[in-house]
């Protein structure tokens, strides 16, 4: 066969071959509270403290803790979300030292996932038990030019065979669409006894 004639013959093949969709790469950073800036100081009666992190690239962490609860927002948070949003569990909680950051086109970070540590109390003793006690992978929105980031989603990791898969498929096709303070986030997936229920609050 002549090389035009192999050239046509490639040419058919390409065009019946299926697009291929790629998924979304991940990259990962640590929370290293420790080397944050702090944006107020610690509340020594309530334990509040507010702290700016090194995230992805010029994509800050926003860390916030109160009352032995922890509440995470990412990217370029305007000042309103700043200071008054907070995202969190009702018991107890703290957060894995691990972020799993899930790029868009370009490169762009779109999401974040976070695994949370549930302190569950036993109703028997009313002291929180390590027997009780539940992860969730907290999957988040960045914020972009709006300025707004909150959470998208909760897979219980405890109650599903694959929850990273499920939190990662949550990333890619729900955070860019998700409105912060008109949306609400909930459990894809099983959701055990152990997946506490979440709580938020975002400035008006």
């Given at each position: 066969?002549k090389p035009f004639a192999y050239s046509i013959a490639?040419?058919?093949?390409?065009?019946?071959?299926?697009?291929?969709?790629?998924?979304?790469?991940?990259?990962?950073?640590?929370?290293?509270?420790?080397?944050?800036?702090?944006?107020?100081?610690?509340?020594?009666?309530?334990?509040?403290?507010?702290?700016?992190?090194?995230?992805?690239?010029?994509?800050?962490?926003?860390?916030?803790?109160?009352?032995?609860?922890?509440?995470?927002?990412?990217?370029?948070?305007?000042?309103?979300?700043?200071?008054?949003?907070?995202?969190?569990?009702?018991?107890?909680?703290?957060?894995?030292?691990?972020?799993?950051?899930?790029?868009?086109?370009?490169?762009?970070?779109?999401?974040?996932?976070?695994?949370?540590?549930?302190?569950?109390?036993?109703?028997?003793?009313?002291?929180?038990?390590?027997?009780?006690?539940?992860?969730?992978?907290?999957?988040?929105?960045?914020?972009?030019?709006?300025?707004?980031?909150?959470?998208?989603?909760?897979?219980?990791?405890?109650?599903?065979?694959?929850?990273?898969?499920?939190?990662?498929?949550?990333?890619?096709?729900?955070?860019?669409?998700?409105?912060?303070?008109?949306?609400?986030?909930?459990?894809?997936?099983?959701?055990?006894?152990?997946?506490?229920?979440?709580?938020?609050?975002?400035?008006?």
């Amino acid at each position: 066969m002549k090389p035009f004639a192999y050239s046509i013959a490639f040419l058919v093949l390409l065009s019946m071959t299926p697009t291929v969709v790629l998924a979304n790469d991940s990259v990962y950073t640590d929370l290293d509270t420790d080397h944050c800036k702090t944006l107020s100081p610690e509340d020594e009666e309530g334990g509040g403290i507010s702290l700016r992190c090194k995230g992805f690239k010029d994509y800050d962490v926003y860390f916030k803790e109160g009352d032995l609860r922890q509440s995470l927002f990412y990217g370029h948070l305007n000042t309103a979300y700043i200071d008054g949003a907070f995202e969190s569990f009702g018991p107890f909680n703290y957060t894995g030292p691990k972020i799993e950051w899930r790029l868009g086109a370009g490169g762009k970070p779109v999401a974040t996932i976070l695994r949370w540590f549930i302190s569950n109390v036993d109703p028997e003793t009313g002291e929180p038990a390590p027997a009780l006690k539940g992860q969730v992978l907290v999957v988040s929105k960045v914020a972009g030019e709006d300025g707004k980031g909150c959470v998208v989603g909760y897979v219980d990791a405890l109650a599903n065979p694959d929850p990273n898969a499920m939190a990662r498929q949550i990333a890619d096709t729900q955070a860019e669409g998700f409105v912060c303070g008109t949306d609400t986030a909930d459990f894809t997936g099983v959701r055990g006894p152990r997946a506490a229920d979440h709580t938020h609050s975002f400035p008006e």
